[in-house]
């Protein structure tokens, strides 16, 4: 299935681009980003298990147990504070 991936801040600096188009098996957001990060780089680094990185499926923050459907929208971001 194809799915609309957005990086933002500092992972979108990371990884060279804001957007791309992905065609992916993954079934959940887990999944896709095991995916991403078997791409190896500068994924690898900053999507790695353990690393702080919300999620948001169709613009709404989500688990990364939510099931992945055709078309939709994944945005990484990395954590945010304020002050």
Not at 9 to 37: F, M, N, Y
Request: hydrophobic content about 45%.
């Amino acid at each position: 299935m194809k799915v609309q991936l957005r990086y933002f801040a500092a992972i979108r600096e990371a990884v060279g681009t804001g957007s791309e188009t992905l065609d992916t098996q993954a079934t959940t957001l887990s999944a896709l980003r095991a995916e991403l990060v078997a791409r190896g780089g500068a994924y690898a680094d900053v999507l790695a298990p353990g690393r702080a990185v919300r999620v948001a499926l169709n613009q709404a923050m989500s688990e990364e147990s939510a099931p992945l459907t055709e078309g939709a929208e994944v945005g990484f971001f990395p954590p945010v504070t304020g002050g």
